[in-house]
């Protein structure tokens, strides 16, 4: 091992020298070990990996993700999730009811710009992720503010088993959702108490390296509710 | 055309330079909102700007690869950048710069990772003092690392020039023009990977090894900076305390 735990690392950096494994953002070159991406490097039981601080979002099966509609086509829309591939969704896995194009517009039900939570039902990276709102919570957003993070503090925003976002539901009294994707979906009663979340929420993402965060947090939230 | 020399009898450039002595080299990471990843560098006076955007979707569609990511440079200089005005329009020198600045920094990125996508590299040069192309490669890996894309390695680059007979590291601009030969070189030093090596001029073979291990030396010295722009950069924001 080549460094110390949460050392910060550049790509090219050697990490480690012998029998490891690779874990995320970390290749092999014979029995060398070097990172591939800025971030902090991470040993766990032999595997060795970096914490991304920066990098785009890549789907995956299951993610539940916050999108927003670019393209309207027959029978499905196309929408930005914030990674290299844009999500489609099938009219069939939105409505309830098969759409007819002869009949009626998909516009009618979803048009550019509105956002829609989904998740993710498959992706390879030879076509693009096809996303699903056939489940609980899922679907068009109606009310509520979205904001962007960097896809790479979402682990952060959610916290160990959900600490985090836990504490924010709880000291601000709104509802939260976090799409893998680096989109956060907050709606409270006013949009003063939407905006005061968001900016925790950003301050979160902006510190999401330092101790102590989940304390700093609450206090920010007690302050600034009335 | 003066009779300066270039070099003085003790081994002094005119710029105050030793033989093989950089020019103060200072690189910024992540300066543009509107890029994924960005960087600017001030490499003596040759002053430089870097945007990457993307993996994004690439357009136009029919230039999509199945198996890997398309890597696109755009090296640009502006009309102010050098002495004598620069016309606007794409010159033949640019085009081949994109294209010698894409495939030097291509072997770096793991392309393979985003299938069908793109990755723009836009150089904007503000001025020019000699060795643009290699402070664009330097400046262009900080803005790829700032994007979060996988790399292999930084890409390091420097020139080597002959001048008056001698070999001098990190050719500026008039020691270019007046010299007898320029050799610029892109290297991998984690991997002791060439990704790019020129030359133009004339020089022996006993010369040119010669020039391989100052260029190799000055690689490293620039690799170092650039670390240190990124420790810097990111240790910064680590602890920032302030609202975005």
Redesign the interface.
Known sequence: MNFEQRQLVVPGTLLAEGKYEAGFNVYRDADKYFASIVGLADLRNDLVSVIPLRGCYLPQPGDIVIGKVIECIPTAWMLDIRSPYQGVLFASEFLSKPLNPMREEARKYLDVGEMVIASVIAFDRTRNPSLSCRDHNLGKIQRGTVIDVDATRVPRIIGKKGSMIGMLKKESNTQIMVGQNGRVWISGKTRDEEAYVAAAVRKIADEAHTSGLTDRIREYLVSNRR | MTTEKLISDDGIRNDGRKLDELRKIKFEIGVLKNT??SAYVEWGRTKILVGVM????SHPKHLAM?DKARIDAFYRMASFSVEEWKSPAPSRRETELSKVIREALGP?V?TEY????SIDIFIEVLQADGSTRCAAISAASLAL??????????VASIAVGKVEGQLVLDVQDKEDKEGESDMPMAY????NAVTLLQMDGQITHDEFLRSIELLKKGCLDVYKM??EA??AH??V????????
């Not at chain 2, 993307?54 to 979707?57: A, V």
């Not at chain 2, 690392?145 to 930084?154: C, E, F, N, S």
């Not at chain 2, 991998?188 to 991997?191: A, I, L, Q």
Request: glycine share 8%.
């Open positions: 994924d990843g993307g993996p994004r979707e199945p770096a793991f985003f299938p069908r996508t690392v700032d994007a979060g894309i996988p790399m292999r390695d930084l991998m030093p984690s991997k650039q670390k990124i420790e990111f240790k924001n680590e602890s920032n305390t302030e609202e975005a």
